[in-house]
Structure formats: C-alpha cells, structure tokens
C-alpha cells in the first residue's frame, strides 16, 4: 500500500523563524511529489518535484527531493503570519492517473 | 491560474437525504476529475476518478452506491451522496486535470453537513 508520512504533525514558531517541513514515502513507480498550501479551503499548489537533488524555489519557500532515501522537505524562511497553514504532501504514481495520495499534513502555525 | 468551481459550497441536510454537488472546470476541458473527502483535522481521502464519458473507479472502501459520480461532460462532474448519514459530514474537495501537462487544480470545496 502506498504510504505518505509528514512530520512534524503540528509546529508552532515565531514570526521570523526558518521552518522544515518532512515528507517521507513508500510507493510502487514513483512519479512526482507536490506540496500543497491548505488554508480554509481547498489546497493550493505550491511545487512539484520529479528529480532529486534540484531544489525548487518561490519566494521564502524552497522544496528538495531526495528518490533515494524517499523523502522530500519544504523549507520557509523569514516566516509571516501569512504562512500559517495546513501544509501537505502528495505523490503521483506512474500509469496512476494523476491521482493523488497525500500524507497527513503538517499544521504550521506563526505567532507574531 | 485555471479555475475549479463546487457548488455548493456549504449544505446541510437531514439524514436519509440526497445531496448533490458539482465541480466544474471554468476555463478548461477536463477528461479526468478527482473527487477527494477530507475530515476535520485529517488529509484528504481520494474517492474516486471521475472519467468524462465512462464510469467512476472507485478507492478501496469507497461505496459506489452511496457516492454516485456522472462525468456527463468535459467541464462537469457530480457527486451525490444518496442517503445521507451523519457520519458522512466531511468536505468534499473536487479536482480537474487539465493537459498537455496534466496539472490539477482543486475546486474550493463543499462542506457537508448532515444532521
């Protein structure tokens, strides 16, 4: 069965702080890791990821594959207030459609 | 950015009802839509593809008598919950994969309530 783990579940940090957030996976035929932003509605995309080691950046976000150890982080920097959020990781298999399985999610809260 | 619209956004019903929700795709075609439920503090469930001109596949679990899907066309797809019960409260969040690149989009989802 494929499997998505996020860690922490849950991270509390002050205003101006660095955050990593963890994705772990173990699926059959990998194709693609995204992270996705989950304020009060649905999730917006953020990146996705194919290749490792390439690291992806917008802004104070930037996210890294590693397909060897299975696992993906999404960095923040100069966190804000703004950036409190549910944040989710999801993969894509090949010959799977573009289906989704994500993992648990990591709420991200900044106290000003 | 494309588009993805649900409505309703919010419904409550009572038990034993049937509730029906759309996802449209605004500003793109959409052979292939995703229907996802997601329960409060808990990661979004797929439920099942939605394939434009043919039957659902459904997720392990997931009963295709309870949760029907009709993807009668390339911008539509609904789900309707037949006889619903309160455990089947959730938000319903849609998603649409528009080519060449397959991205997906997600709908704003629709909060279900059965009372």
């Known amino acids: 069965e494929d499997k998505v783990v996020q860690s922490p579940l849950s991270l509390v940090v002050h205003e101006g702080d660095t955050v990593t957030l963890n994705c772990s996976y173990e699926?059959?035929?990998?194709?693609?890791l995204l992270w996705y932003k989950q304020e009060k509605k649905a999730p917006t995309f953020l990146f996705m990821l194919?290749?490792?080691?390439i690291e992806k950046k917008s802004g104070r976000l930037s996210s890294i594959l590693d397909k060897k150890e299975l696992f993906s982080i999404l960095n923040i920097t100069a966190t804000q207030t703004g950036d409190s959020a549910v944040y989710l990781c999801?993969?894509?298999?090949?010959?799977?459609?573009?289906?989704?399985?994500f993992g648990t999610g990591t709420r991200l809260t900044i106290i000003p | 950015g494309a588009v993805v619209s649900q409505h309703p956004s919010r419904v409550i019903c009572k038990s034993g009802t049937s509730v029906k929700i759309e996802c449209r795709s605004l500003?793109?075609?959409?052979?292939?839509m995703f229907w996802y439920r997601q329960f409060p503090k808990q990661s979004l469930m797929l439920m099942a593809t939605?394939?434009?001109?043919?039957?659902?596949?459904?997720e392990q679990g997931v009963e295709k008598d309870k949760f029907l899907i009709n993807h009668a066309s390339l911008t539509l797809s609904t789900l309707t919950v037949t006889s619903a019960h309160p455990e089947d409260s959730s938000f319903y969040i849609c998603?649409?994969?528009?080519?060449?690149?397959?991205?997906?989009?997600f709908g704003p989802g629709t909060r279900l309530t059965v009372l």
């Open positions: 998603s649409a994969i528009r080519g060449p690149l397959n991205e997906q989009f």
């Open positions: 699926v059959t035929n990998f194709r693609s």
């Open positions: 194919t290749s490792s080691g």
């Open positions: 999801a993969v894509t298999i090949n010959f799977g459609n573009e289906k989704l399985t």
């Open positions: 500003d793109f075609q959409a052979t292939t």
């Open positions: 939605s394939n434009e001109g043919s039957k659902a596949t459904y």
